[in-house]
């Protein structure tokens, strides 16, 4: 299996702080990865590095071939890529529809400026497109609310449902249940994991809970200080000690018999 | 294209071309100015929907006034549809070329370097001599395809031509307003990082704006122009931009008849107040604008959406 998307030696600095340092690792098409790691472990560094947010110093990112560092975040899109925010980003004055309606007319355009002046946002082929991505992210009965005023599970699929609007073939999702009662955590993931399995989208997204990491993902990445300290099956990775000591703290004996405090 | 509110613009337009006939010219020559002057707020509407207020739109006004007086008087050119044309234009290649400058900034700084730029076409016009310096010039009656009427008959003639004009540009931008590039200027204003990562150029996207804008405020000084007959460097100068916000915030960003409904209504009550109060005529605009924010947040546009528009629905409609 060929990687489609592979990162080597990727590293990024802020002034003397090291946010990700050393990081190489291959995704296969269609893996779904998890990425865990406590928080300032450098996770949101790295889906920002991946996606043109930011620029590596140091390291390359290539894309089904094609090397992509460094490029503008609009142009990793229109290749492919998208991603999904820790803090949802959609359009708060505008109804879920139209911001859609936005999304779906910006992907499906051809990426000219003249068309984009003459073509209408509520095009039919781009309203039935936008019915049809509700229904799946399971948000068509707030089809007509403003964004600004969406309870914030749903706020989180509509952010993720406009990332799947580009139909990208790579999909990072940054912490896509942070802010979201454990209850309600399984189903989110459950509509978000079927509509991009249905659609054959290779999946990378941040976690905090282990027990929706192990049920969700193929493989997990363990961060820690800027770095990859565990790469493996949910299994084997969440079996390591380091992780179990630096990270998830579960099932570790400490000398006086209590829990680790890194969660 | 026949929409119902294009259907409503087209009785509008022609209602007030008739009314025309019954009004003194004096009258007539107010509303041609105000027309003229709504093609350039309708520019302002458009950048505003975008969060984007410039305060050298006079620059692109001014810019398209002076082309068609310089060649009225050194060109020979006489039609009112080249001159337009030509107005519109080099307004248009202005503000692409201070766009690449502009759309990389945003509020407060794209304010005042868009007022900064126009202030440096002030400065250029009262220097320069053979343009007469702080007095302007005079611009000769256009000819219209041939035919050159003078005294009242200009008067309608222009009336006319203005209303064609400004029926011409309101038709094409509710088409872009509807158009993807026109409605992103809501997610532009929410939230720009996300309109990046969606795939497409904000820079570019504000960059055309910027244009569209900037042509508009070229063919409404070419109007200007023609209507007063004189330019003059105070066309570009910070209180004409001033005057231009003044009435885009009056008028409201809410749809294309909100730039007309503003015109009209500002230069009505400037000469009203002017006639009536002298002393006190900017006073009572104040007055009037303030009345307008504080009961009609929206603009005056919004009194001819009010009735048409359902209200859209902002409770969740129900829990899945
Ligand atoms: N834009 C930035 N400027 C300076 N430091 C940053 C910036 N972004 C992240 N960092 C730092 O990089 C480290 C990793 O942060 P981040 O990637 O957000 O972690 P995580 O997402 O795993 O919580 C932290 O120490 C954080 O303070
Ligand atoms: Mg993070």
Redesign the pocket.
């Known amino acids: 299996m060929s990687a489609i998307l592979s990162v080597s030696g990727l590293e990024k600095t802020?002034g003397s702080?090291v946010?990700a340092r050393d990081i190489s690792l291959d995704i296969p098409a269609q893996q779904t990865v998890g990425v865990i790691?406590a928080?300032?472990?450098?996770?949101?560094?790295?889906v920002n590095m991946i996606t043109g947010h930011l620029t590596p110093t140091k390291g390359s990112i290539h894309f089904e071939g094609k090397d992509i560092t460094g490029l503008p975040s609009r142009d990793i899109t229109q290749m492919g890529i998208s991603r999904s925010f820790?803090v949802a980003q959609v359009f708060p004055s505008l109804s879920v529809f139209d911001n859609m309606c936005a999304a779906t007319a910006i992907a499906r355009g051809d990426g000219r400026f003249i068309s984009a002046a003459l073509r209408s946002v509520h095009a039919p082929e781009i309203a039935a497109d936008v019915n049809v991505a509700i229904e799946l992210f399971q948000i068509a009965a707030y089809r007509d609310t403003l964004a600004s005023t969406l309870p914030q599970g749903i706020r989180k699929l509509l952010d993720i449902a406009m990332a799947v609007a580009g139909a990208p073939r790579v999909l990072l999702l940054d912490e896509p249940t942070s802010g979201i009662s454990i209850e309600e955590k399984f189903q989110l993931m459950d509509v978000v994991m079927s509509a991009l399995k249905a659609r054959n989208i290779t999946v990378l997204f941040?976690e905090h809970d282990m027990e929706i990491v192990e049920r969700f993902a193929d493989r997990v990445l363990a961060?820690y200080d800027?770095t990859v300290i565990a790469d493996g099956t949910p299994g084997e990775t969440l079996g390591q000690a380091r992780v179990q000591e630096l990270i998830t703290g579960a099932k570790l004996k400490l000398p006086h018999g209590e829990a680790s405090p890194h969660a | 294209m026949l929409s119902r509110a294009n259907l409503i613009g087209a009785v509008l337009f022609l209602a007030a071309g008739i009314i025309g006939f019954f009004l003194p010219p004096w009258l007539v020559s107010l509303l041609t100015i105000a027309f003229a002057n709504a093609l350039v707020v309708l520019g302002l509407i458009i950048l505003w929907r975008a969060g984007l207020v410039p305060f050298g739109q006079a620059l692109y006004y001014c810019s398209g006034a002076y082309t068609v007086a310089l060649l009225a008087r050194w060109a020979g050119v006489s039609d009112a549809f080249v001159l337009l044309i030509a107005g519109g234009l080099v307004a248009g290649i202005v503000a692409f070329l201070t766009g690449f400058l502009l759309a990389r900034y945003r509020e407060i700084f794209f304010a005042m370097l868009s007022l900064a730029m126009s202030m440096i076409l002030y400065g250029v016009l009262v220097k320069t001599e053979t343009l007469g310096s702080t007095d302007g010039f005079g611009v000769d009656p256009p000819h219209f395809l041939g035919y050159a009427p003078h005294g009242d008959a200009l008067g309608f003639a222009l009336y006319w031509f203005v209303l064609v004009v400004c029926a011409i540009s309101a038709l094409v931008i509710g088409v872009y307003f509807k158009s993807v590039a026109g409605a992103l200027a809501v997610p532009i204003r929410d939230n720009e990082i996300r309109v990046e990562f969606l795939g497409i150029s904000v820079t570019r996207l504000i960059h055309m704006k910027l244009v569209i804008a900037g042509t508009l405020a070229g063919v409404g000084g070419a109007l200007a122009a023609m209507t007063i007959g004189h330019v003059d460097p105070n066309m570009s100068y910070w209180t004409t931009s001033g005057g231009f916000v003044f009435v885009t915030i009056l008028a409201g960003a809410g749809s294309v008849a909100a730039a007309f409904v503003g015109s009209l209504v500002f230069e009505i009550v400037r000469s009203f107040a002017f006639a009536v109060l002298p002393g006190f005529w900017q006073m009572t605009l104040g007055i009037v604008l303030l009345l307008t924010i504080l009961f009609l947040p929206e603009g005056l546009g919004s009194l001819a959406t009010r009735f048409r528009r359902r209200k859209p629905d902002t409770k969740p409609v129900a829990t899945s």
């Open positions: 802020f702080v946010a790691g928080n300032g472990a450098g996770k949101t560094t790295f820790q941040v961060f800027g």
